[in-house]
């Protein structure tokens, strides 16, 4: 079974469109809100940060894609499908129960939690407000990533991508209704309206999730018990991700924390920055879930040799493509910042570090499309291992060295390119000494 571009682009390109769409949530109330008429620098701050807030509760629990997508695809590559059937409704069951923990154990704490990323006066007032709405719409999140992990193991992305499409159109059109209000019909809801606009956009994808899996899919979402045997080995690859993933969000709160250390229009600029750069890192790693499915699959089929070649083509095609992004972004380098704010002082900060996030897209790539091919293949250990080495001996020294010599956003964006080198080069080094072997061997 020789895996083409073609094969791999069918895969790639609708996973990359579903991919994008977090970030799009994101970019919308973010861009939507940077141009509001009242407080506009203190909504943008406190829709930054309770974004990394989110994605940190987002990505520690959505790790049930790479899980269920990684044995799943195995399966199929097995042929036997019908041994795991009833996994996704066991796995969903687990993470929408935990989803609702969260919501109950981080309500009431709201104004603490942001606190801790230096938030205070007005900044404080509308993070807590805005997440106090959008946290209802996790569950939702969660449900629809989980369904997204069956759909990738099953070696299709086009209904996610339907699904992801559906949920960005919402949010956009919902923003601007509900943030900006329509004259004489609805006032105004400024941070308000943008937080009801991304739960409903979630609401929506998870309505259509239930829809196409059950009309496109031989996979029930009745529960069945007793657990299905490959329930150990979830639970097992979902804790070293979750793990690996905290690591990733201690990264990121260290980043917030500081940018927001340094006063408003440094946060405001951080929040454009990341924003930019979270919709980089998901346009690779559409790639990158191509690499998730196409592993497993060759994984469970034995199929070395045509493993290595397809990490090789991943590799030279993640590197093309945040090329690609590095260009565009230094093209439109002016017009971009304007789309997301008028101040002259958070665009000023801005500009100072966006140079920074586009020279990371070529190594993003390489550290993205590894973490795929690794999570196919079921090496979540692995993965563990090396962002917690990358964030507490690579991003961490750096960032308190960086910001003792006042580099401020600078230094931050800095210790971010040397964490994802951290992260690239070690996957890179162990795939090719544990594989190579084995494909010539095949």
């Excluded at 690859?237 to 990264?251: G, K, S, W, Y």
Aim: hydrophobic share 55%; net charge positive; charged share 10%.
């Amino acid at each position: 079974m020789k895996i083409s571009l073609k094969q791999i682009n069918k895969l790639a390109i609708p996973a990359l469109i579903s991919g994008i769409s977090e970030p799009i949530l994101s970019i919308t109330d973010t861009a939507v809100i940077g141009n509001i008429d009242i407080n506009a620098i203190e909504s943008l701050a406190a829709v930054g940060i309770v974004g990394t807030f989110m994605s940190m509760l987002i990505w520690v629990l959505g790790q049930t894609r790479s899980a269920i997508s990684s044995i799943v695809s195995q399966y199929v590559g097995a042929n036997n499908l019908e041994a795991v059937k009833n996994l996704p409704a066991q796995a969903i069951l687990i993470v929408t129960s935990i989803s609702v923990l969260i919501i109950v154990t981080t309500y009431p704490f709201a104004k603490e939690i942001f606190k801790l990323y230096n938030a205070s006066n007005l900044i404080l007032d509308y993070s807590v407000t805005y997440y106090q709405i959008r946290v209802f719409g996790f569950p939702f999140t969660l449900f629809t990533i989980a369904v997204f992990g069956t759909f990738r193991g099953l070696q299709n992305t086009y209904y996610p991508m339907i699904i992801a499409t559906i949920g960005a159109l919402s949010n956009i059109v919902l923003d601007y209704i509900l943030v900006y209000g329509i004259s004489g019909y609805l006032e105004p809801m400024h941070i308000e309206g943008a937080a009801y606009a991304s739960v409903v956009a979630q609401i929506l994808m998870a309505v259509f999730s239930v829809y196409y899996l059950l009309t496109k899919t031989s996979i029930p979402l009745r529960l069945s018990f007793p657990f299905n045997k490959e329930i150990n080995r979830f639970t097992g690859m979902i804790l070293n991700l979750f793990v690996r993933t905290l690591a990733l969000n201690i990264t990121l709160y260290f980043a917030t924390r500081f940018a927001t250390g340094y006063g408003k229009t440094y946060i405001a600029a951080y929040t454009i920055a990341i924003n930019l750069w979270f919709l980089g890192a998901f346009i690779i790693d559409g790639y990158s879930s191509a690499g998730n499915i196409l592993s497993g699959k060759l994984f469970g089929a034995k199929n070395y040799k045509q493993l290595v070649a397809l990490n090789q083509k991943l590799i030279k095609i993640g590197i093309l493509v945040g090329v690609i992004l590095a260009i565009a972004g230094t093209i439109i380098y002016k017009p971009i910042g304007l789309l997301f704010t008028k101040e002259t002082e958070v665009l000023n900060q801005f500009y100072s570090v966006f140079w920074i996030v586009l020279i990371m897209q070529p190594i993003c790539a390489i550290a993205f499309i590894f973490d795929g091919v690794f999570k196919g293949l079921g090496k979540m250990k692995l993965l563990r291992n090396v962002l917690l080495l990358s964030t507490f001996l690579v991003f961490l020294p750096i960032l308190y060295a960086l910001d003792y010599f006042n580099f401020k956003l600078n230094g931050i964006f800095i210790a971010l390119t040397f964490w994802m080198i951290a992260r690239s080069f070690p996957l890179l080094i162990n795939f090719r000494k544990q594989f190579l072997p084995l494909a010539k061997n095949s």
